[in-house]
């Protein structure tokens, strides 16, 4: 039997991220994504001295309860709402996330999705490969979508990838609101050519919204029907953050009865449910959170995440130092 310390890696990865890790430590890999019970993940983590988690997996006091042998959940993500941090520091186990190495895939896929939406690219191709061009006239004022080049951009939640969508918006000609709890410096406004304004304001000047703030309780449904009331009616909301930012009701009824124009979503409120009153939508461009979806970054991503789990169990290039930690302060502990 192997004295490497063992981790558990809850769904397939890269092969090279994985022999990387083998060279440290013993790896069991899961062949298949899978959503497990709080019951079966405590289980699989009982027996391990760290894990590679995804999103879909919850970690809270429930799932660490006994176990005294995890040190080290390495989430793949740079949000980390299915982690209960005050449960995990509570419990001795480091929390690290996957911060910076996607910022710049997030913000190329915000933008893909908010011109999809707002010039219609679902809609027309679904209603071609229907097979509904050939034989239809179809009319010169057919097909209207909404400019992006030359309109406001509202970005509300302004941190890294935010910056990143609002330095993009220069290329089109774009004035740039955004709103943050806190205004970010001088040097930053400018670089990303962004205006801090109130809420408020942002709802009701942007042409084009972009979403990117962390999952919090307060966040919840901070875009909700009263909000959607002071966008504009031709305006298109684009949600790359969490589902549960966005009421997904409000925003259906919204859509529906056109009181904004468009939208654009990568997370769900219950993902991967999406709600049926979207699914029924035509103004709305639905994909299944992959903004962070490239190539060279999901595989950033699993090397950091890679890099923080060795390094929290004293191995690999870091050692005793994980990249990106979330508690850091339980070290202190160990
Ligand atoms: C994706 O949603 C992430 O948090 O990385």
Not at 44 to 70: F, P
Not at 136 to 165: C, E, N, P
Not at 219 to 227: C, K, L, S
Not at 236 to 255: E, K, P, Q
Request: aromatic share 4%; net charge negative.
């Amino acid at each position: 039997m192997s004295d490497k310390p063992k981790v558990w890696v809850s769904r397939p990865l890269f092969a090279d991220v994985l022999d990387y890790l083998a060279r440290h430590v013993e790896v069991e890999v899961e062949s298949e994504e899978s959503t497990r019970t709080a019951a079966q993940l405590r289980q699989r983590l009982a027996v391990v001295d760290g894990a590679i988690l995804g999103l879909s997996e919850r970690v809270g006091a429930d799932v660490l309860e006994g176990n005294n042998r995890l040190k080290v959940i390495a989430n793949l993500g740079v949000g980390f709402n299915n982690l209960d941090i005050d449960a995990m520091t509570g419990a001795g186990v480091l929390a690290t996330n996957t911060p910076d190495v996607l910022n710049e895939s997030v913000a190329d896929y915000a933008w893909a999705l908010m011109l999809a939406a707002a010039r219609r690219v679902g809609a027309a191709e679904r209603w071609l490969r229907a097979g509904h061009w050939a034989g239809s006239a179809m009319r010169f004022d057919d097909w209207l979508g909404v400019d992006i080049h030359g309109k406001t951009l509202g970005v509300l939640g302004m941190g890294r990838i935010g910056q990143a969508i609002a330095r993009r918006a220069a290329g089109f000609d774009m004035r740039v609101l955004y709103h943050n709890r806190s205004r970010l410096a001088a040097d930053i406004e400018r670089d990303c050519r962004a205006n801090w304004v109130e809420k408020d304001t942002l709802l009701s000047e942007s042409d084009h919204l972009i979403l990117v703030l962390p999952f919090t309780p307060a966040n919840r449904h901070a875009m909700g029907a009263p909000e959607l009331a002071r966008m504009k009616p031709s305006a298109v909301l684009v949600n790359v953050a969490r589902g549960g930012i966005v009421d997904d009701v409000a925003l259906a009824a919204a859509l529906r009865e056109k009181r904004i124009g468009a939208a654009a979503l990568d997370v769900f409120e219950g993902e991967p449910s999406v709600h049926p009153d979207l699914l029924a939508l035509d103004n709305v461009v639905l994909s299944p959170h992959i903004a962070s979806a490239s190539e060279d970054t999901r595989r950033a991503m699993a090397l950091l995440a890679a890099e923080n789990l060795l390094a929290a169990l004293g191995l690999g290039q870091s050692a005793g130092h994980p990249p990106t930690p979330l508690n850091p302060e339980v070290m202190d502990r160990w």
